[in-house]
């Protein structure tokens, strides 16, 4: 089932082709302050749901980790150690070239879609992606390809943008709306990234309908938790043994 994000890009239609460009060419575009704008749009909010992600993800056990969507290296920078490969995986050059100014050689870096995993069967043990995979024009296949690269007993773990509970809409309504779009104008210069931003959040499935999506890519004992009333949702799942 293609999801009604893979053909649209803000409010305009386009093909899945025209998506994956367009979407590609905002994260190259708003690399350089990406992580400034996170702290301004989310009130420095964001630092909060990562820490609780990061906690979560590094209690699992295994060597292979793998961040795919790992943009600047936020989440890979905290899975680093020596009993550890970790591997950062975009399609953004210039969102993977800071996390290498971090990183170093510290880490892998692919240049890949959450579509089309450069990586064989059965191989990771840790899979995580935060904010990342509402980018993607095929949601469906991109969990299906973490399903196949995890490992029998292998862990999935997706931080992401939800749907917040009824009473808060109208003000995160408000602050996305209007706030958003005239931040990304003022820090990032690129006002039509953060309006893509605000409708790729409205347009990605709520908490249930994204677990009933893992569970049909094959994973198991989805679960998940919402963060700050549902604003954000962590999303947890395994691979059958
Ligand atoms: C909002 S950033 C998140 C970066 C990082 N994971 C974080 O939490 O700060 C989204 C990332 O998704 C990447 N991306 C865009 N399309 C993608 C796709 N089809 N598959 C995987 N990653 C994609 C972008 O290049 C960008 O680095």
């Not at 994260?27 to 964001?46: E, P, Q, T």
């Not at 890949?112 to 990342?132: W, Y």
């Not at 953060?194 to 893992?214: D, K, V």
Request: hydrophobic content about 40%.
């Amino acid at each position: 089932m293609t999801h009604r994000l893979s053909k649209t890009f803000g409010k305009s239609r386009v093909t899945t082709e025209q998506r994956e460009k367009l979407v590609r060419s905002i994260f190259n575009r708003v690399a350089g302050r990406y992580d400034l704008m996170n702290d301004l749009m989310s009130m420095g909010i964001h630092r909060v749901w990562k820490h609780r992600f990061c906690k979560e993800i590094n209690k699992a056990s295994g060597k292979v980790f793998v961040d795919l969507a790992g943009g600047t290296g936020d989440i890979a920078s905290t899975m680093i150690n020596d009993h550890r490969e970790v591997t950062i995986i975009d399609p953004s050059i210039e969102m993977m070239r800071i996390a290498e100014t971090r990183l170093g050689n510290s880490c892998r870096y692919l240049a890949a879609t959450a579509e089309d995993i450069p990586l064989p069967d059965n191989s990771v043990d840790v899979l995580t992606i935060s904010f990342g995979i509402r980018n993607a024009t095929d949601i469906s296949k991109s969990l299906q390809e973490i399903s196949r690269v995890l490992k029998p007993g292998g862990h999935f773990y997706c931080l992401e943008f939800s749907t917040p509970y009824a009473w808060l809409r109208p003000f995160y309504n408000t602050w996305s709306r209007i706030v958003i779009p005239r931040l990304g104008a003022l820090v990032a210069g690129h006002p039509d990234a953060y309006t893509y931003l605000i409708e790729s959040i409205r347009e990605f499935p709520a908490q249930q309908e994204m677990a009933e999506m893992i569970t049909s890519a094959g994973l198991n004992e989805v679960s998940y938790s919402n963060l700050s009333f549902g604003i954000a949702c962590i999303h947890r799942a395994s691979k059958t043994q």
